[in-house]
């Protein structure tokens, strides 16, 4: 069984061809399915995944890892021309508002798209609780992190709305998609707000077995050099043997991962990660 992961858009690309942006999109295909992991924070990884020969048109599902801006930006532009026959797969509280904050105030960081607009078209949304989800033999969605790891706490910067009033967001609905085969364990992650070591836990107990390979955003742009060496350290530690980091994950990060973990690449657009046995 093999799987790829085809990065459409992330926040790098070393070619002058394809667009790059803060945002995610990935194309992950094999076990005779075809998903759309986010889409970016705009509709243009629709134009990259042109360049790259990626045809969309035929998509089982699309799933989003949680609900932020820069990962559901070219979603409605995606769903007026796909629909897909699976539907959209998502967390929990995924429609719920999110603020950022930032040194001039509050950013709306909040999902670029309506759960409104979604039944007024006619797209299904599902939703991904504590029970992973199996998308077909080899491919599941998982959700239900909770924190634990010392060095992994929730981001007193990024806040949702809920009740009328604004709370430290603590990620916990959000959404990976793992692929099994006989020699791997693969984790795809959107941002890990939660955490890459708390999701790799849950993942693994799940499971029953380590984390082999891990493809995503690590969310470490805004970390210290404790949190950065600790999560190298212990992803090694954990069995992790190759690590392909975007987006969220900072040049800090990737220059250190770089340095001190022998299978570290920088996932840019662009980039196809194979998966085989």
């Known amino acids: 069984m093999a799987f790829t992961i085809l990065t459409l858009m992330e926040n790098h690309t070393g070619r002058d061809d394809l667009a790059c942006e803060h945002g995610l999109s990935l194309l992950v295909e094999g076990a005779g399915r075809r998903v759309l992991y986010d889409t970016g924070g705009s509709p243009r990884f629709l134009q990259n995944a042109g360049t790259l020969g990626a045809d969309l048109a035929d998509l089982d599902a699309v799933v989003f890892s949680h609900g932020h801006y820069d990962h559901t930006g070219g979603a409605a532009a995606l769903l007026m021309q796909n629909r897909p026959p699976r ?3 998502l967390g929990r509280n995924f429609f719920q508002p999110r603020v950022g904050k930032e040194e001039d105030g509050l950013m709306d960081i909040s999902p670029l798209l309506e759960e409104s607009w ?3 078209v006619g797209i299904p949304c599902h939703v991904v609780g504590e029970k992973p989800v199996k998308l077909s033999e080899g491919m599941w969605l998982v959700s239900g992190f909770t924190q634990g790891e010392p060095v992994e706490t929730p981001s007193p910067r990024l806040l949702r709305r809920r009740n009328g009033h604004l709370e430290v967001d603590t990620f916990e609905e959000e959404v990976a998609l793992v692929l099994k085969t006989p020699a791997h364990l693969v984790l795809v992650s ?4 939660v955490g890459v070591l708390n999701m ?3 993942v693994e107990e799940l499971f029953g077995r380590p984390v ?6 690590t969310h470490l742009m805004n970390a210290g050099d404790e949190r950065i060496e600790a999560t190298c350290r212990l992803l090694k530690e954990r069995g992790v043997r190759r690590l392909g980091a975007c987006h969220c994950s900072g040049e800090r990060a990737g220059a250190y991962f770089e340095a001190n973990f ?4 920088r996932n840019n657009v662009g980039t196809r990660v194979v998966i085989e046995d």
């Open 87 to 89: 539907g959209v797969w």
């Open 118 to 120: 979604m039944t007024r």
């Open 190 to 193: 959107g941002c890990s707000h």
């Open 200 to 202: 790799c836990r849950r």
């Open 212 to 217: 082999t390979d891990f493809v995503g955003g």
């Open 262 to 265: 022998p299978g570290f690449f």
